[in-house]
Structures are given as C-alpha cells and as structure tokens.
C-alpha cells in the first residue's frame, strides 16, 4: 500500500509517518483484503490539530475519516478509530451479501463545477440567470448497484452520491433524508 502523509503548514516527523503507517496499516490489513493507497493530511485549526484519512480500496470504494483534538497523535489515533470502525461495517456488509466483486467498479469521467454564492438575499433580480462558476474539476462516476452505493455514500460520510446503476447504466443518485433514511432517485424507472 502506498502512503502519502502530508501536512498543511505544518512539518510532520519521521515518528509521526511511522506511527500512521504502522498503526493504519495494522487496521487496513484486519479488515480490507487490497487497500491501493492511503493519504493523511494533517492540519492546524485554532489550536487543534486535525487529521484527515482516506483509503482507496481495490474494489473502487473510498473510505475516509476526519478527526480533531489538541494532541497531533491523539487526532490521527481517532481518525483511525474511525476508519476501523467503516472498514469493520464494510466488511460486514459484504459478508452479509455473500458476494464479494470481482471486478473493480468501473468509473466514469465527469466535470465538477463549484458556483458562487448569492449572499445579497434582498437584492435585485440579476441581469443574467447564469451562475458565476467559481471552480471546475474533473471528477469520477462509479458504476455500483444500489446497494454499493449506499455503503460508499456512508464509507465517505457524504449526504448525498451520484452514481451510474450497474442494471442499466443509468445516472443514479442516493442521498440522506432529513428522517435519517436513504432516498434513491432513478430516473430511469419513470416511462
């Protein structure tokens, strides 16, 4: 597995890259069997440390954890309780589907737009009804089931995931209701 440990404005010690390889590397080989890469950054907020973790695992899922406290080693060590705690549930859910992939998710090429914000509420209609785009990115589209995208969504502690349905090859979005369950949007059913 390759590592990528960095810090924002902050220089990280060989005590601390050794500390995370070994300790992230003992909870990546417990519980995910072809872990690609992992990247740890830590940064500086106020006066807490934070640290942020992501593991692409050879199955195309992406598990991630943040995690703050005053002590550097005490929030990498929370962070890494935390991506235990995905990997733990991901292997669970997929002994509880007996099935594991074969294949890597495929993924799709997409552009990502970033639009600025109104923040004049009381102002006046604009001249034009197009957004000022503030940044544009590539990003990737995975080709799941239904039931891989839900755990990816929740593995990446995002609220909501485009994601092309593996049946049908459609665009597909799941996403967290305000209730706490899991909506799904597919398109493709309507006729």
């Known amino acids: 597995m390759r590592y990528q440990i960095s810090g924002k404005q902050i220089d990280i010690g060989d005590a601390l890259q050794v500390h995370v390889q070994t300790e992230l590397g003992t909870v990546v080989e417990k519980y995910a069997e072809r872990p690609t890469d992992a990247n740890v950054v830590f940064s500086r907020n106020a006066h807490e440390f934070v640290c942020e973790a992501i593991i692409h695992l050879s199955t195309g899922l992406t598990a991630q954890a943040r995690a703050h406290d005053p002590e550097i080693y005490a929030a990498f ?61 590539e990003t990737k589209i995975p080709s799941l089931s239904v039931g891989e995208a839900v755990m990816q969504m929740e593995l990446a502690g995002a609220p909501v995931l485009v994601f092309r349905h593996e049946g049908h090859a459609g665009v597909n979005v799941v996403y967290r209701r305000e209730d706490g369950n899991i909506g799904w949007i597919d398109p493709s059913v309507i006729s």
């Open 77 to 137: 060590d929370m962070a890494c309780e935390k991506m235990e705690k995905q990997l733990r549930r991901y292997k669970r859910r997929l002994k509880d589907h007996h099935k594991e992939r074969v294949q890597p998710v495929e993924l799709s090429d997409a552009s990502s737009y970033i639009l600025a914000a109104n923040g004049d509420t009381d102002a006046q209609e604009p001249d034009s009804l197009q957004p000022i785009i503030v940044a544009e990115m």
